[in-house]
């Protein structure tokens, strides 16, 4: 079965300082991978996605993700935080037309 | 573009009544999905909708949940005799298609309180 996982519930950053919130995952096949971002009382937001070719994907708002097919892992960082980053991140995982398999989500707080 | 849009935005009502939670989908996404998402909780699938393929029902929780889709679009979940534990925010996505390589697109939710 496929499986997304969030290791961290929560990850605490300082504005200014780098972040990087983790997801590791197990799909069978080729993964199609998704970082999500939802502010309080808000849907969810698409970020960025990873289907194929460059293991690096750039997303909205500085946001980017690197693609490690050897460790199962798409962890979603950005250089430099700031206190509106802060937010609930989901990862998203799937392959072919299998439905996406969401992750339990973490809570980044950046600190002034 | 007008995105995903779902009505009402808030539901109060008392145990054992039934509600119907409404989703309007992009215009021209073939895929429709419903989530429930529990107070500090991640995302549970609930149901996904593609064309006029038969919807993928595994994730209802109950034969309570029941979800139709009219005309390839407009969305309406039924929970049928509410309990408390059915209080979360319910959230509808759409998708240009069901494939997992298209990013979904979601709606603002409907915060459900069952009394």
Redesign the interface.
């Known amino acids: 079965a496929q499986s997304v996982a969030q290791p961290e519930d929560q990850v605490n950053v300082a504005e200014g300082n780098p972040l990087t919130v983790k997801c590791t995952y197990s799909v069978s096949g080729n993964p199609?991978l998704?970082w999500?971002v939802q502010y309080p009382?808000?849907?969810?937001?698409?970020l960025l996605?990873y289907?194929t070719g460059d293991n690096l994907v750039k997303g909205s708002y500085g946001f980017e993700a690197e693609f490690n097919k050897s460790q199962t892992s798409f962890h979603l960082k950005k250089p430099s935080a700031l206190v509106s980053d802060s937010a609930l991140y989901?990862c998203a995982?799937?392959?072919?037309?299998?439905?996406?398999?969401?992750?339990?989500?973490t809570r980044l707080l950046v600190s002034p | 573009g007008a995105g995903?849009s779902q009505s009402p935005s808030n539901k109060v009502t008392e145990k054992g009544k039934d509600v119907e939670l409404r989703c309007d989908p992009i215009s021209g996404h073939t895929a429709l999905?419903w989530?429930r998402q529990s107070l500090g909780?991640?995302?549970e699938?609930l149901i996904?909708f593609q064309g006029n393929s038969a919807p993928?029902k595994s994730g209802l929780p109950s034969d309570r949940f029941s979800a139709e889709r009219t005309g390839g679009s407009v969305s309406t979940l039924t929970i049928q005799r509410t309990q408390q534990e059915d209080s979360a925010v319910y959230?509808c996505?759409s998708s240009l298609l069901?494939?997992?390589?298209n990013?979904?697109?979601?709606?603002?939710?409907t915060r459900l309180t069952v009394l």
């Not at chain 1, 009382?41 to 698409?46: A, I």
């Not at chain 1, 299998?98 to 339990?104: D, N």
């Open positions: 199609y998704f999500y009382n808000r849907g969810l937001q698409f996605k289907i989901f995982g799937g392959t072919g037309f299998q439905k996406l398999v969401f992750g339990t989500g | 995903v999905y989530y909780q991640g995302l699938f996904y993928d959230l996505a069901a494939s997992s390589y990013e979904q697109f979601f709606g603002p939710g």
